[in-house]
């Protein structure tokens, strides 16, 4: 996940085991699904770039769920 801070967009990289769909997930510090993704990924590394400008300042945590497990990484975005 980079850059950190964020401002207006992070670039979500992950592994995934077989080509399919995965599911992006940003959640805020009081447990709400502030931003939902639905993803095309190939087997390998993964790169997708997520808009973040309209997420105010904070910490968020950030799920990939490709259906078989889910990654989750903090994210902080500072405006």
């Given at each position: 996940?980079?850059p950190?801070?964020a401002?207006?967009?992070v ?8 080509k ?19 993803v095309?990924v ?5 790169f997708?770039?997520i808009d973040v400008s ?5 910490v968020?945590?950030v799920?990939?769920?490709n259906g078989?497990?889910?990654?989750t990484?903090?994210?902080i975005?500072?405006?």
């Amino acid at each position: 996940l980079f850059p950190v801070p964020a401002t207006n967009a992070v670039t979500i990289s992950f592994d995934a085991y077989t080509k399919g769909n995965a599911d992006i997930i940003i959640i805020n510090q009081l447990g709400q699904q502030v931003l939902f993704k639905k993803v095309l990924v190939n087997d390998g590394i993964n790169f997708n770039t997520i808009d973040v400008s309209a997420l105010r300042s904070g910490v968020y945590t950030v799920k990939v769920n490709n259906g078989k497990e889910i990654q989750t990484k903090k994210m902080i975005i500072n405006k």
